[in-house]
């Protein structure tokens, strides 16, 4: 990993190229983000870079949290995330890190909390089928099924496809395409679609492209 940012997802809409293709990409408003503190290998084992996305009031930062940007001389940021980075030597405390970072073309990897869908049934939730509605189905149409198997061995196998909460899970999407930076505005053009709701913090790093 040589690059990382965060960033707001904004929305998606779509752009077109020179020949007036169309190409569907999601608005993510990356940084400005600034290096809040650095792990080194000699006094915390590994190398890493803590950045700081999204300005925080005083008022809504806890004592602990104020110690720290205060010790950093960092203004207090919403959001904070590691990142470890092949030369992490490049950056100090204080550095600003922004959309410019990457350039159009790079392959990136984008990761972000998916929506949350609520408690859901296994057919929303795994797809499965239903039973037919005609008559001796009784009032089970959309039931999960039979669970367990008989006095051997007398129990419910690991990996049972069974209702609960669906979505609100951390999801990485690989290999997507920067289709444009806008480095005036802080944004970034993601050519598909990139996980979680309007307004969520997504984490973009740079990837190999296969």
Avoid: W
């Avoid at 190409?23 to 983000?33: F, Y």
């Avoid at 590994?46 to 950093?72: C, E, I, R, W």
């Avoid at 980075?85 to 972000?112: M, Q, R």
């Avoid at 969520?200 to 296969?210: H, P």
């Amino acid at each position: 990993m040589q690059k990382c940012i965060l960033g707001r997802k904004v929305g998606m809409t779509q752009i077109f190229d020179e020949i007036g293709n169309v190409i569907p990409v999601t608005v993510i408003e990356a940084g400005p983000c600034i290096v809040v503190s650095k792990k080194t290998s000699e006094n915390d084992g590994y190398d890493a870079v803590q950045l700081g996305f999204g300005d925080l009031s005083d008022k809504h930062t806890n004592k602990p949290m104020k110690g720290h940007f205060q010790k950093n001389d960092v203004a207090p940021k919403k959001y904070l995330r590691e990142f470890r980075l092949e030369d992490c030597g490049t950056l100090n405390v204080g550095d600003l890190i922004k959309a410019d970072t990457f350039t159009a073309g790079d392959a990136v990897d984008v990761c972000g909390t998916s929506k949350g869908k609520g408690y859901a049934g296994t057919i929303k939730r795994y797809g499965n089928h239903r039973l037919k509605e005609t008559h001796g189905s009784g009032p089970v149409h959309r039931h999960a099924g039979s669970n367990g198997s008989t006095s051997s061995p007398s129990r419910v196998f690991k990996g049972k496809r069974l209702p609960g909460q669906m979505g609100a899970e951390r999801v990485t999407v690989q290999n997507l395409t920067v289709a444009k930076i806008d480095a005036e505005n802080n944004l970034i053009a993601l050519r598909g679609a990139v996980p979680g709701p309007k307004g969520g913090l997504v984490l973009i790093t740079d990837s190999v492209k296969a």
